[in-house]
């Protein structure tokens, strides 16, 4: 079984739209095991019953925000070193340290690329072959 056969993400947005492009830039890019969660809650109930490979999610949510999901990931033994890669519709420098300050692996700024997240997510893990 190749590496993209059983690397799972999960994506975590509450814009279906937004979850949408991200599940079809990660299939564009041959990744078949994904899992959604629509909040950071859902996230990290699915995260500490089933984790995934990595996580992708998106800052602004209701309920438990991109950087809480982090942080609760972050502390949390079994997925404390899982990849995290963060989604923002804004560069604000502020939040970025902040994600640097908790272990974020990566972050995109939305609207993003396919290519664009590929480097990202290629970044953490090397080539997707």
């Known amino acids: 079984m190749s590496f993209l056969e059983h ?3 999960l994506v975590v947005d509450d814009t279906t739209t937004s979850r949408m492009l991200i599940t079809d830039a990660l299939q564009e890019m041959g ?3 994904i899992a959604i969660a629509k909040d950071g809650e ?3 109930r699915m995260m500490m ?9 998106d800052f602004n949510m ?8 982090l942080k ?5 033994g079994p997925t404390r070193a899982t990849p995290f890669i963060l989604l923002t519709g804004k560069g604000d420098r502020q939040l970025l340290e902040a994600a640097v300050a908790l272990g974020v692996n990566n972050f995109l ?4 690329t396919t290519p664009a997240l590929k480097k990202a997510i290629e970044a953490i893990v090397g080539i997707l072959k």
């Open 7 to 9: 690397f799972k993400v």
């Open 31 to 33: 990744i078949r095991k």
């Open 42 to 44: 859902q996230a990290l």
């Open 49 to 57: 019953e089933q984790p995934s490979h990595m996580v992708i999610s």
């Open 62 to 69: 209701p309920k438990l925000d991109g950087l809480q999901l």
């Open 72 to 76: 609760a990931i972050r502390s949390y």
């Open 109 to 112: 700024t939305k609207p993003f």
